[in-house]
């Protein structure tokens, strides 16, 4: 008897966007963009500022009403939001200058390779690219491999991710001594025969992603990271 | 009592799952359609994901009590998966399940387990 084909759900594998030169494949860590730090400063500064001027409005009230333990719960309450709003405008603000600070030096990361999709049991090999603006003291080179499984489910009103590393391996860390405007490397990564496959379906994923380090003496060190795709091994 | 026959409860991407489901209903019904379905769904700490890849229906008219009443049916696994997969958070479970969907009462169902390796033969 014929069956119908009845699916509902199209896309079991993450999207990746791979795109492709004259040479090869390539994909670009899509972190690490001026335009992207410096949605962060401007987001550090508004929570600031926000913080500041709530800060001031409620202090003049305690003030007006002459202060004295009447008003002692308001301000611990106050005094705990402002703690946490600060904290939250540190942090853009520090990492959209370090963001910015990166893009101004180097431009994003890309990876080479020929192959794509990866598929298990196969020799994946790729060459990292990234150009300084200006010559860097380059230190080291490292490389990371790390597969993950995400799950999302739903607690009363909460929705919640729980994460579980299930496989990582460092490939061989490079080191270098030199001052650099170009950065290169090319590393291979033997693909594990039973290494799980992509999986990027509702609420359930199997993420593969390679990360890059590098790492500088006289700038501030930087990753770049990666998506990869796992298919299947293919036999005759 | 339902009871499958599945020629090969192990295949991979592309490949084919070809049996029968023998349904003998304990008293006389009319089911309005009798489905086999393929079908993945996930397990374990993520909310479930699910799909019906294929299915064969028929309306077979009245079924008698004792009667036993065959199906048979050929599935193709889609190329892109999803494999079996039995990890720490995530489980991808593959099943052909059969329904008997009966006017004004519960519907008759079972399912067996079949496995998606993560293999692609080359064509």
């Not at chain 1, 202060?67 to 301000?75: I, T, V, Y």
């Not at chain 1, 703690?83 to 030096?105: D, H, P």
């Not at chain 2, 026959?5 to 192990?10: G, K, L, P, R, S």
């Amino acid at each position: 008897m014929i069956a119908t084909d009845t699916r509902k759900v199209k896309e079991i594998l993450p999207k990746v966007k791979v795109e492709e030169d004259a040479e090869s494949l390539y994909q670009e860590d899509s972190g690490d963009t001026f335009w992207g730090g410096f949605q962060y400063v401007i987001g550090g500064i508004i929570v600031l500022l926000m913080t500041l001027g709530i800060g001031t409005f409620v202090a003049m009230i305690i003030i007006d009403d002459g202060g004295g333990l009447d008003n002692l719960f308001g301000f611990i309450c106050f005094g705990i939001f402002g703690i946490i709003m600060l904290g939250v405008g540190c942090w853009l603000l520090s990492t959209g200058i370090y963001n910015t600070r990166v893009a101004i030096k180097l431009t994003p990361g890309r990876i080479y390779f020929k192959e794509w999709p990866l598929k298990q049991n196969d020799i994946f090999e790729f060459t990292y690219r990234r150009r300084a603006k200006v010559p860097l003291h380059l230190s080291g080179l490292t490389a990371k491999i790390i597969c993950k499984e995400v799950a999302t489910y739903q607690q009363g009103t909460n929705t919640r991710t729980v994460t579980e590393k299930i496989y990582e391996q460092e490939l061989e860390r490079v080191e270098h001594h030199s001052r650099e405007d170009f950065i290169s490397h090319t590393w291979v990564w033997n693909i594990p025969p039973d290494a799980p496959i992509s999986l990027s379906v509702y609420r359930n994923e199997i993420q593969w992603s390679l990360v890059v380090g590098v790492e500088f003496l006289d700038f501030l060190n930087d990753t770049s990271e990666f998506t990869l795709l796992l298919n299947p091994e293919r036999v005759q | 009592m339902i009871e499958f026959q599945i020629e090969n409860d192990t295949t991979e991407p592309l490949g084919k799952i070809h049996g029968r489901v023998t349904w003998t209903p304990e008293k006389e019904v009319t089911p309005k359609a009798l489905i086999v379905s393929l079908m993945w769904r996930t397990e374990g700490r993520g909310s479930e994901a699910k799909d019906t890849v294929a299915e064969v229906r028929q309306t077979p008219g009245p079924v008698f009590a004792g009667d036993p009443f065959e199906m048979e049916f050929e599935f193709e696994i889609p190329e892109e998966g999803p494999v079996t997969y039995n990890g720490k958070l995530i489980r991808v479970i593959w099943e052909v399940h059969f329904r008997a969907d009966i006017p004004w009462a519960w519907d008759v169902t079972d399912a067996t387990l079949i496995t998606v390796e993560p293999r692609l033969v080359a064509r």
